[in-house]
Structures are given as structure tokens and as C-alpha cells.
């Protein structure tokens, strides 16, 4: 296929303040690889301007335009943390709104090849004028009719750490949110899924056609991991690590019951578990039944801390009953730490099983056996596994490994647009 730079108008979420991991790292990422490939990236963000990492800020070939959206911490509607997801999504739709006028003008003047929306499948800033005759992709997260398949499966659990109007305004939303992703979402030429798993979801649940796919992982940045000691042996005692939010769908009930039966068993191991509730889900209540013979919570830590946290793990976890991606398992993985993950998490796909266990769901006994056996290939060789891990981050989820795929797809799409 002949290479050419592509003017690409980026829609949708954006980098952070600081460099850090989540949905923001990962749109740093893209960006500077694209544009290190020599693509031209116009980047309208539907919030006030705010800083950006330095790398972006100094980056050719990336501009931004910014809305004029005032969200604010502190004010009156975001006082809890219900109020702060719903007034987020309603500000973030609204500031799409107005960065159209913005993107329409500017294509008039100097025309876009593409437009690439990430992270999310109901951004609004697409201008109407433009929805048939410029490609657009979607790169997204996750979708809302999986985060709401199980919130309703595990209502049970919802509601025993939270009252029943916040779970019936929860559930509402959410509702809301998958009729207007199921429309939204047929506009996409080209959907860019996390892992097969999620795309296999997307297939089903919003009947995307399969050929209007194409399987992605997404980025990590690897220096924030190279100071991890690939060398050091297996912790004493080792460390099991839990690492995300705290809130449906993260099997947080399943590793209680791994920690209960690791100190049944007489495992000599740690579980340390470490995140906080997101904005619209809170299961820490449920933490205070791990057993404190070999259990913490240790609440939440600042992006920054993370790469820290995993130096001193030999285990992650990642129960989750719906998990697109699960950056953590790539970020884990760079720092030499094995993981114990169920089928639904994207990220353990096309891992080297010598470095990651799987297991189904909801299968607590699978799951202490995973980390049972990883345990001991650490204690047998640990450097070897843990630069197997390494290995397998920088094969899978190297920034430029990433970017390139992300590029020949976009490539191809306005080829066979022309």
C-alpha cells in the first residue's frame, strides 16, 4: 500500500494533564505515534484548554482546539459522585457540540482525510455536513449495554454498598446511554476494538458488521516500567495485586474468596488490593471482608505511583466478569509481574501462557490455582519469566508496534474510500 500523511481531525477524549496510564496515556501515546509516522493530527477536545504532557506540547504535527465547556470540580452539581458522572457526560456531549462549527471550518479550508474518535461511541462533535462524506473511526473503550449487562447481574451486590435510587439512576443512564451508542455507532466506517473479546461483544450487542472491524491493543508506554528489576526473585512474602477500580464488574467478590482460600490453603502469599470506586459504582463496602491474615486494602494511588506499585508485585489479578482491554495486565507485564486474568479480560490475548494465567468468570478455585502456579514458576526461575513478561509487553503493546497497525488501518480505509 503507498504511505502518505493523513490529515486526521481527533474527536472524543484526549491526553491528561501529566503523563500517567488510563484512557488519557493511552490517547498520548496514539498521538505521538501517529504523528511520528508523519500524520497531521487536529485535536478537538470538547472541554477549557488545560495543560498537556510536554511530549504532546512540543510534538510536531499535533495541534489542539479546545470547546468552551466549564466543568468545574466543586461546584453544585458534582457535589457526589453520581452527580459528577451524569453533569460530565451531559457538559462533555454539549462541548462536542460546539467544537463542530470549529472542525467544519477548518476541513473547509484545508479538507481531513479522516476523523478518529476515541474512547467513546457517543461523541457529538461530528458535523452533520460531514457524516457521509468523511470516514469516520471509532476507537472505543467500552460500551455501556456491556457495563450494563452486569450491573444488572450483580444487582444484589450493588445494592448492599448503595442505596436503591442512586442503582435505579444508575441503571437509567446507562439505559439511555446504549440507545443512543446503538445508533451513533452505525456511522463509524471502521471500528478500532480493544481485543477480539470486546469486538465479539460490539458484534453482538450493537450488531456492528463484522467487516467493518479491526482487532488493536492498546498502547503502553514502556519507559514508565523500566526501572523494574527483571532480576529480583519472588517477594517474601510475595505479592498478589489487585489493581483498578473497585465497582461492578471487576470481580471484586471473586478475590475475597481467592484471598480466603490462599489462607485456607496455607499459601504463603499477600494480597494486596489497590484502586478506588469510579463515579457511578462503589464496592470498597464489600473489602472489609478480606481476610486480614493475608489481605489489605490499600484505597487509591496517584497514576504516578503505579509503576512503583508493580515493582514490588510478582502476581497481578484481574478477575473482571467484562474487561475490553485491562491496561494494568500490559503495564504489569512490563514490569516483569505475571498475570492471573479470566477470558473476558482483552489484554491477556495472544500472551505467551508461560506469563499469564486464564480462567473462566466466576471460577474462584480456577483462579487460586492460577495464582498457586504462578507463584511457582516465579519461585523456579523468576528472572526468566519476568523477562518473558517483558518480552511479551514490548511484542504486543509497544507504542510504535501499536501506532503502526492503527496507521496501516486508517491507511487502507481511505484507499478504499477514494
Known amino acids: 500500500m503507498p504511505r502518505r500523511s493523513l490529515r486526521i481531525a481527533w474527536i472524543g477524549s484526549g491526553p491528561g494533564t501529566q503523563e500517567s496510564g488510563g484512557a488519557p496515556g493511552v490517547a498520548t501515546e496514539l498521538m505521538l505515534g501517529l504523528a511520528g509516522l508523519g500524520h497531521q493530527i487536529d485535536c478537538y477536545l470538547s472541554g477549557r484548554e488545560r495543560e498537556i504532557p510536554d511530549r504532546l506540547a512540543r510534538a510536531d504535527g499535533v495541534t489542539f482546539y479546545w470547546g468552551t465547556g466549564e466543568w468545574r470540580w466543586g461546584s453544585w452539581y458534582n457535589r457526589t459522585a453520581l452527580g459528577s458522572f451524569v453533569s460530565g457526560l451531559v457538559t462533555r456531549g454539549l462541548g462536542s457540540l460546539r467544537v463542530r462549527r470549529s472542525?467544519?471550518?477548518?476541513?473547509?479550508?484545508?479538507?481531513?482525510?479522516?476523523?478518529?474518535?476515541?474512547?467513546?461511541?457517543?461523541?457529538?462533535?461530528?458535523?452533520?455536513?460531514?457524516?457521509?462524506?468523511?470516514?469516520?473511526?471509532?476507537?472505543?473503550?467500552?460500551?455501556?449495554?456491556?457495563?450494563?449487562?452486569?450491573?444488572?447481574?450483580?444487582?444484589?451486590?450493588?445494592?448492599?454498598?448503595?442505596?436503591?435510587?442512586?442503582f435505579a439512576l444508575t441503571v437509567g443512564v446507562m439505559w439511555l446511554r446504549v440507545l443512543v451508542q446503538r445508533r451513533l455507532i452505525r456511522a463509524a466506517r471502521l471500528l478500532v476494538c480493544i481485543s477480539t473479546v470486546f469486538r465479539d461483544h460490539l458484534v453482538r450487542d450493537y450488531r456492528v458488521p463484522l467487516e467493518n472491524t479491526v482487532v488493536i491493543p492498546n498502547p503502553?508506554?514502556?519507559?514508565?516500567?523500566?526501572?523494574?528489576?527483571?532480576?529480583?526473585?519472588?517477594?517474601?512474602?510475595?505479592?498478589?495485586?489487585?489493581?483498578?477500580?473497585?465497582?461492578?464488574?471487576?470481580?471484586?467478590?471473586?478475590?475475597?474468596?481467592?484471598?480466603?482460600?490462599?489462607?485456607?490453603?496455607?499459601?504463603?502469599?499477600?494480597?494486596?488490593?489497590?484502586?478506588?470506586?469510579?463515579?457511578?459504582?462503589?464496592?470498597?463496602?464489600?473489602?472489609?471482608?478480606?481476610?486480614?491474615?493475608?489481605?489489605?486494602?490499600?484505597?487509591?494511588?496517584?497514576?504516578?505511583?503505579?509503576?512503583?506499585?508493580?515493582?514490588?508485585?510478582?502476581?497481578?489479578?484481574?478477575?473482571?466478569?467484562?474487561?475490553?482491554?485491562?491496561?494494568?495486565?500490559?503495564?504489569?507485564?512490563?514490569?516483569?509481574?505475571?498475570?492471573?486474568?479470566?477470558?473476558?479480560?482483552?489484554?491477556?490475548?495472544?500472551?505467551?501462557?508461560?506469563?499469564?494465567?486464564?480462567?473462566?468468570?466466576?471460577?474462584?478455585?480456577?483462579?487460586?490455582?492460577?495464582?498457586?502456579?504462578?507463584?511457582?514458576?516465579?519461585?523456579?526461575?523468576?528472572?526468566?519469566?519476568?523477562?518473558?513478561?517483558?518480552?511479551e509487553a514490548e511484542r504486543l503493546f509497544a507504542p510504535d508496534v501499536v501506532c503502526r497497525q492503527v496507521s496501516d488501518a486508517l491507511l487502507a480505509l481511505v484507499v478504499s474510500a477514494v
Open 103 to 166: 472542525l467544519r471550518d477548518r476541513h473547509a479550508v484545508n479538507p481531513y482525510d479522516v476523523i478518529f474518535q476515541f474512547n467513546s461511541i457517543e461523541a457529538l462533535a461530528v458535523p452533520r455536513s460531514l457524516r457521509h462524506s468523511l470516514p469516520l473511526v471509532i476507537d472505543a473503550g467500552t460500551h455501556s449495554k456491556g457495563e450494563l449487562r452486569h450491573l444488572l447481574a450483580e444487582r444484589s451486590l450493588a445494592l448492599q454498598c448503595q442505596p436503591a435510587p442512586v
Open 220 to 391: 503502553v508506554r514502556l519507559e514508565r516500567f523500566a526501572a523494574a528489576d527483571l532480576t529480583r526473585a519472588l517477594g517474601a512474602p510475595p505479592t498478589v495485586l489487585v489493581l483498578g477500580r473497585i465497582s461492578a464488574r471487576k470481580g471484586i467478590e471473586d478475590v475475597i474468596a481467592m484471598a480466603r482460600r490462599l489462607h485456607d490453603r496455607g499459601i504463603d502469599a499477600r494480597v494486596r488490593v489497590v484502586g478506588g470506586p469510579s463515579l457511578w459504582s462503589d464496592y470498597t463496602e464489600l473489602l472489609s471482608d478480606l481476610p486480614p491474615e493475608n489481605s489489605e486494602f490499600a484505597g487509591r494511588i496517584a497514576p504516578a505511583k503505579i509503576p512503583e506499585e508493580l515493582a514490588r508485585a510478582d502476581v497481578l489479578v484481574q478477575a473482571s466478569t467484562y474487561e475490553p482491554f485491562g491496561l494494568t495486565v500490559g503495564e504489569a507485564l512490563a514490569a516483569g509481574v505475571l498475570v492471573a486474568a479470566t477470558s473476558e479480560v482483552g489484554a491477556i490475548e495472544n500472551v505467551d501462557r508461560a506469563v499469564v494465567a486464564e480462567m473462566a468468570p466466576g471460577d474462584v478455585e480456577g483462579l487460586t490455582s492460577a495464582v498457586v502456579e504462578l507463584l511457582a514458576r516465579l519461585a523456579q526461575d523468576a528472572p526468566g519469566v519476568r523477562a518473558k513478561a517483558r518480552a
